[in-house]
């Protein structure tokens, strides 16, 4: 489990018990400089994204929009308006 949720007493127990499955608190790992601040799971997702951009970028590979389709803000935006 990870962000701060994750620290709420019993919540392993639980999702544990609903899941039928081990959980473990995901701590971010391999950090260098400010390490002890964001060794924490408050951080875990932040930290997991950085490290897959990071990765990403060194083996080239980057997102490139479609802009055919428009940008994403204005389909959730025809989205809205068609639906509401």
């Not at 950090?31 to 970028?57: E, H, W």
């Not at 083996?59 to 639906?83: A, C, H, L, P």
């Amino acid at each position: 489990l990870t962000g701060g949720s994750a620290k709420i007493e019993g919540v392993i127990e639980l999702a544990e018990e609903i899941f039928h499955m081990p959980v473990r608190l995901g701590i971010p790992q391999q950090i260098t400089g400010l390490a002890d601040s964001v060794k924490n799971p408050i951080y875990s997702t932040g930290v997991g994204l950085l490290f897959y951009g990071q990765r990403q970028q060194s083996e080239n590979r980057f997102y490139q929009r479609d802009e055919t389709k428009g940008s994403v803000i204005s389909r959730v935006k025809k989205w809205v308006r068609g639906n509401f």
